[in-house]
Structure formats: C-alpha cells, structure tokens
C-alpha cells in the first residue's frame, strides 16, 4: 500500500504548481541551514557538557514541605 514512483511524481508535480520552483528552492535551503544549525547546536552541547561547572546544590528541598531535607533554610520559588 506504499507510495510507488509513479505517485511520487504526481505528487511532487502538484506541490511543483502550488509553490513554484522558487519558492521550493527557498524553503529547501531554509531547511537545510536549519538542520545544520541545530547540528552544530548539538556538538556544541556534546562539547560543553564535559566542561560543565554546574555545582550542584548541597541540600534538597522536600517535595510537599517545601522545606530542606538537611535543615537549612533556602528561598523556594513560592517565598521569593
């Protein structure tokens, strides 16, 4: 029940009329830049992740209290 060459042809001569050549090109291009920045985007991260200096915060809250699981007092995002 796939899509034969036949089909495919029919279809991209419809999408052909409906936009035109042009316009066809620029959305291709502007797909294209947008596939290859979210690339670029991802080594990125991939790189950075390894450099992180995220410190982790030394105590928890407690879900339903709100308050900290150690005992010290932090703001939540409630009380600020």
């Not at 029919?10 to 066809?24: C, D, Q």
């Not at 294209?32 to 920045?37: D, F, L, Q, R, S």
């Not at 995220?54 to 409630?78: A, C, H, M, R, Y």
């Amino acid at each position: 029940m796939g899509f034969g060459v036949t089909e495919l042809l029919i279809i991209l001569a419809i999408v052909l009329v409906l936009f035109g050549a042009k316009k066809l090109r620029n959305i291709g291009g502007d797909l294209g830049g947008a596939i290859k920045n979210f690339k670029t985007a991802m080594k990125e991260e991939e790189n950075n992740a390894g450099d992180s200096t995220f410190d982790e915060p030394q105590s928890k809250l407690d879900e339903k209290s709100g308050t900290t699981i150690e005992g010290s007092v932090e703001k939540t995002k409630e009380q600020v």
